[in-house]
């Protein structure tokens, strides 16, 4: 059973840390006490990149200390609520303990709550009374038109009469949470941001920049920034910069790094650990395939080339996993050229991330540019006869397709000179016997590939 994502840590009983994400958190930790005004801060990342869990960790790594009040808040749970101003309160409510101190923070809040979300839905509705209005104008007699005006004008009357009363709650609200916050530091972690509605993520935004903004409250966001910018112009239109716009919310920003070994001379991809790791725990590939060189190359090359975050990579090794079962462990085994089982795992990975090449390949359309650039390959490199130069895994797998290819084979065509030192190449570095006769190696994607779809 899968441990509970909220009590993950780095180490300790049931910690881990694969990724070598400690140090990372150790530094975000230090800039959340220090002196330094970093509020709100950014925890960047793309889909599927381990932010959540690297969250989490880093709360409960944070909590060792116990000197601040921490608050985790998942916005795509709170999302049907539509007021993010009451999400925040009610979390922080909750960390206060019951007695007087919490009734008199509840009673002191509540009145302003209560007023600021009046005169916010009020603008909204008079906004929007004069988009309605605006774009039926012309269907309405002078009459109608008059009354409309009328009504209009009467709500923004009421709404300037409210603005002084609204900046008053405001600053109640403020002072309120400047009284909590300055005995207990609160820190604030919001999560899947970049998940919600475009207008309860936005809001959000300006909830925490204009109400939020008092001595010892901090935020710390954990989103992808390019989803964050999308819903800033779903919002306020394409015409509208949203980095800049964002740029007024944000005052530090960082990505987490794709690697798990992060120095500079030889960097080691988190997807590419994180398959191994998983394929290990699962034990259904042997580990002398698991440790084959080619393989490993073969993984470093398409998931940095494609990109793959961790939780696309989980749903590859679901995928392999799932052919090994079907297939009684026959389709990836070890004892065999690693060629054949790196053209089954092309085949797994078309299901998963390019079923449109996949697709094109069942209607018996081999196009060799679309294979190559899923793999990284431009083109076949000219084999010398010295043989100082081993082609790349890609390349070899590229060559092993030669035959197949009947779209787009320019690049990818190898003559009949050329052929005998593939060959040769592939025998001395035990990757197959030679080229493929036509149609073995594509078989070898598409048997892969259809049992996964149960034929």
């Known amino acids: 059973m899968d441990m509970d994502i909220t009590a993950k840590t780095f180490d300790g009983q049931g910690g881990r840390d694969e990724f070598q994400r400690k140090s990372i958190a150790e530094k975000v930790i230090k800039l959340l006490k220090s002196d330094i005004d970093i509020s709100p801060m950014v925890i960047d990342g793309s889909w599927g ?6 969250c989490h960790k880093l709360i409960n790594l944070m909590k060792q200390d116990n000197t601040h009040n921490i608050i985790y808040i998942d916005a795509f749970k709170a999302d049907h609520v539509d007021e993010p101003l009451m999400t925040v309160l009610a979390e922080i409510i909750k960390i206060l303990p019951d007695g007087p101190r919490r009734k008199a923070f509840i009673n002191r809040v509540l009145p302003a709550v209560r007023y600021t979300l009046k005169t916010v839905a009020k603008a909204g509705v008079s906004h929007l009374l004069r988009q309605d209005f605006a774009d039926i104008a012309n269907d309405f007699d002078e009459v109608i038109q008059k009354a409309a005006d009328d009504s209009i004008d009467k709500t923004a009357e009421l709404i300037l009469k409210d603005h002084v009363e609204a900046e008053k709650s405001l600053k109640t609200l403020q002072t309120a949470l400047t009284a909590i916050a300055s005995q207990d530091p609160i820190i604030i972690f919001i999560d899947e941001l970049d998940r919600c509605r475009p207008n309860f993520a936005v809001d959000m935004l300006e909830i925490i920049k204009h109400t939020f903004d008092v001595p010892d409250v901090s935020f710390v966001l954990i989103t992808n920034t390019q989803q964050l910018k999308a819903s800033i112009n779903h919002c306020y239109g394409q015409a509208v910069d949203a980095q800049r716009y964002l740029d007024k919310f944000i ?17 080691i991809l988190a997807a590419s650990a994180y398959f191994q790791q998983l394929i290990r ?7 002398d395939l698991l440790s084959d060189s080619f393989l490993i190359k073969f993984l470093i090359k398409v998931i940095r080339h494609q990109g793959l975050s961790l939780r696309e990579i989980e749903t590859l090794v679901l995928h392999i996993e799932v052919v090994q079962v079907l297939s009684n462990s026959h389709r990836f085994i070890p004892n065999q050229y690693i060629g054949y089982s790196l053209l089954r795992l092309v085949g ?31 083109k076949l490199p000219y084999l010398e ?7 790349e895994v890609c390349e070899f797998i590229m060559a092993s397709l030669t035959t197949d290819f009947n ?6 065509a190898i003559s009949d000179d050329q052929q005998k030192k593939w060959n040769s190449y592939m025998k001395h570095v035990n990757f197959m016997e030679e080229i493929p006769y036509r149609d073995r190696a594509v078989a070898e994607i598409l048997e892969t590939a259809n049992i996964m779809a149960f034929e």
């Open 49 to 54: 990149t381990g932010k959540t869990e690297f």
């Open 251 to 267: 005052k530090f920003r960082f990505e987490l790094s794709p690697h798990s070994q992060r120095h500079m001379a030889n960097p």
């Open 281 to 287: 725990e699962k034990g259904f590939l042997h580990s």
């Open 348 to 378: 797994v990975m078309l299901v998963c991330f390019r079923p449109d090449i996949l697709r094109e390949i069942r209607k018996g359309v081999v196009d060799a540019d679309l294979l190559g650039n899923f793999l990284g390959v431009t």
């Open 385 to 391: 006869d010295d043989g100082r130069e081993i082609p």
């Open 407 to 412: 779209e787009n084979k320019d690049n990818y």
